[in-house]
């Protein structure tokens, strides 16, 4: 009886890799948007995984027990905290908003009529006109505005909601994934990814002790900077700032906003400028978000280029200048994530070189001649000898 091959002939087995790399790269590029998503949510999964992989070890709880007792407690913290305060701060809010239009009209009539300063006189009349027109469009917004606005807000609950959904499936599910992606390769070669994996693993937990020396840097530094700038609860707002590090796009906002809103609200302890309270707060809250501004690029461009570059061991101009152009083409998350990427593409890199010479796989075993993972295999079994034979070998 003849037996069919079913075996793929090797020219067809490459064009259908070739077709399914193309096909996922395709994929790729029309879903970008859908993959950053999931980049962040993979991001903010890696930074709480500590505390489940704490628990686990601490505790007798399962993974999923961990998982959902971290998970939900993050998730409580960072939606129900916000919503609890944000009433609180509602009436105060309204107040600045009020104070705000208040001082914007005073500015504009002040500007409408020529000012004399010594024997010159200045005329802004101009610029107080722009000023009120300015005003009254940003009063009355056109309803088409809104509903722009109302389908952009849309739109990014969803994404809010894509990116919660796909942290608990990474935090939950990622040592299925690990093993399913370890075994892509074929068998031969899974201690060498088990290895990869291993080294991987170890960049990116340099990475998170780096942004958790950054993240103790940033504090310190804001906290002494809104001590001298005489901003009530500076050290509250130098931890969040701090804390505000990890978040992209949205975390220095929010601490930015936080610190100006503070100056507007309270002001200075001792910076006064003007007679009126309420112009001497907004240039306060001027002054504390040009300090905002500075500080936080020296942060970005200076001080976490050194701090990452000691962590992972990488020189500190190539991340400065990685940090620069992922800034410029990808914005604050690219600038977050491109160092330890580029450390995890350095070490894939490296172990392919190695192979492809055919030297070991990983620079710790030494520069021996490379082995095929075949004759590993053979070299691993043992012969088993007759017993008498054995005997007289002993012997």
């Known amino acids: 009886m003849n037996k069919t091959n079913n075996q793929w002939s090797l020219p067809f087995r490459y064009t259908v890799g070739i077709i399914i790399f193309i096909g996922i790269v395709a994929l790729l590029i029309y879903a970008r948007e859908a993959v950053k998503m999931l980049v962040i949510a993979a991001f903010v999964a890696y930074i ?10 601490n505790t007798k709880l399962s993974r999923t027990a961990a998982v959902n007792i971290v998970y939900f407690s993050a998730l409580i913290f960072l939606v129900g905290v916000p919503a609890t305060l944000t009433p609180i701060f509602f009436d105060e809010i309204q107040i600045v908003a009020r104070d705000l239009l208040d001082l914007s009209a005073e500015f504009s009539n002040l500007l409408s009529n020529p000012i004399q300063f010594g024997g010159m006189v200045f005329h802004f009349e101009q610029l107080g006109e722009s000023l009120a027109h300015w005003q009254d469009a940003v009063l009355t917004p056109l309803p088409e505005e809104a509903l722009a606005l109302l ?25 299925h994934m690990r093993d399913w992606l370890i075994n892509l390769a074929p068998e031969p070669y899974h201690d060498d990814m088990h290895e990869l994996y291993k ?9 998170l002790r780096g942004q958790i020396v950054l993240m ?55 910076i006064r400028l003007s007679d009126s309270a309420g112009m001497n707060n907004i240039i306060v809250a001027g002054i504390v978000l040009v300090a905002y501004l500075v500080l936080i690029n020296l942060k970005n461009f200076f001080v976490r280029p050194i701090i990452m570059g000691r962590s992972l061991h990488m020189n500190e101009a190539l991340i400065f200048i ?19 990427l580029l450390a995890s593409i350095t070490v894939i890199m490296e172990y392919l070189r190695r192979r492809v010479l055919g030297l070991a796989p990983f620079t710790d075993e030494g520069e021996q001649q490379f082995v095929p993972p075949v ?18 070998i002993d012997q």
Do not use: C
């Open 48 to 57: 709480i995984s500590p505390a489940v992989t704490m628990l686990i070890h």
């Open 375 to 392: 004759e590993k295999i053979k070299s691993r079994r043992q012969v088993r000898l007759p017993s008498k034979e054995k005997r007289k």
């Open 216 to 270: 103790v840097v940033v504090g310190i530094v804001f906290t002494i900077a809104w001590m001298i700038l005489g901003i009530p609860g500076a050290l509250v707002l130098g931890v969040l700032a701090g804390l505000f590090t990890l978040i992209p796009d949205v975390g220095p906002f929010l601490a930015a906003a936080l610190a100006v809103a503070v100056a507007l609200l309270e002001g200075s302890t001792w």
């Open 151 to 175: 389908e952009t807000t849309s739109v990014n609950l969803l994404w809010l909601l894509v990116i919660i959904v796909s942290v608990y499936l990474f935090m939950n599910e990622w040592p």
């Open 322 to 340: 990685s940090i620069m152009a992922a800034t410029i083409l990808e914005g604050i998350m690219g600038a977050l994530l491109i160092v330890p």
């Open 199 to 207: 080294r991987l693993r170890n960049v990116w937990m340099a990475y």
